[in-house]
């Protein structure tokens, strides 16, 4: 398999607050990554990191083989802009608070940044933005406005805008954490669908039995370093690190 995403030695403060230290993983085309851990534990930030949206301090970020930020003694050096710019369009991020522009159509919040980004034909992303709102069942939705939707609905319409740039690994940064228990099970089952199509993904998430069930492999954060990472139904039915036995027990006791 190849390695899609590499992250090796990566460090992030703020101001004086260490938020990431050392941490390296990878991620395999197909595979799906989960990375689960207390709030405040570095997940998002690892996550903004690895999408261009936070500057490392030091460590190497590596899509497919080319650099996005490379670290030259012990300082993370970032690739020219227009490097930067075609590396984005590798990845595809949904984020938990759906960030859907109020004033664009459903449709037109899903063609937008393919048209816009990627300079694609409009009639061919209009075509594929259908396409991918009737597998989402929001083809009824295209001219809808996001306040006249659900929760569920922007979250998918979400995932569809992502789809709609051809990325090749998308990241999700708790996608369910903003909506209720009946809606949470209609996302999950999307993403359940696109790891069963093989899609590459790395999850931020609080659902357990989800990550269990959909994971290639999982990684348990605490205090911004990798304290346990594996098989899911090892790390999540049969941890051996006391820092996660307890974080899964308080989950349990919820």
Not at 43 to 50: E, F, I, N, V
Not at 137 to 151: E, T, V, W
Not at 172 to 198: N, W
Not at 210 to 234: H, K, L, T, Y
Request: some cysteine; hydrophobic content about 40%.
């Amino acid at each position: 398999m190849s390695k899609l995403l590499e992250i090796n030695h990566c460090r992030k403060r703020f101001d004086a607050t260490r938020v990431l230290e050392d941490l390296s993983l990878s991620v395999e085309k197909g595979q799906v990554l989960s990375i689960i851990g207390p709030s405040g534990s570095g997940k998002t930030t690892l996550l903004r990191c690895a999408t261009l949206l936070e500057t490392m301090d030091g460590g190497d970020l590596i899509y497919l083989g080319n650099y996005a930020a490379r670290d030259e003694g012990g300082t993370s050096v970032y690739a020219p802009p227009a490097e930067l710019q075609r590396i984005r369009g590798m990845f595809g991020l949904v984020f938990q608070n759906f960030n859907l522009f109020p004033h664009y159509s459903v449709l037109k919040n899903v063609t937008e940044p393919p048209i816009l980004v990627q300079h694609r034909n409009p009639a061919e992303v209009r075509d594929q933005a259908m396409a991918l709102l009737e597998q989402m069942g929001l083809a009824d939705k295209a001219d809808a406005y996001p306040y006249q939707l659900s929760g569920g609905q922007q979250q998918r319409v979400s995932i569809a805008r992502a789809l709609a740039l051809n990325p090749k690994i998308l990241f999700f940064d708790e996608p369910t954490s903003a909506l209720d228990p009946e809606l949470t099970g209609e996302i999950l089952r999307v993403i359940r669908k696109l790891a069963e199509e093989k899609m590459t993904m790395v999850i931020v998430t609080h659902e357990m039995m989800f990550a269990r069930d959909v994971s290639d492999w999982v990684v348990f954060m605490n205090e911004g370093v990798i304290v346990e990472q594996g098989d899911p139904r090892e790390v999540i039915d049969h941890p051996t690190q006391e820092r996660t036995i307890q974080f899964l027990r308080r989950l349990q006791e919820k």
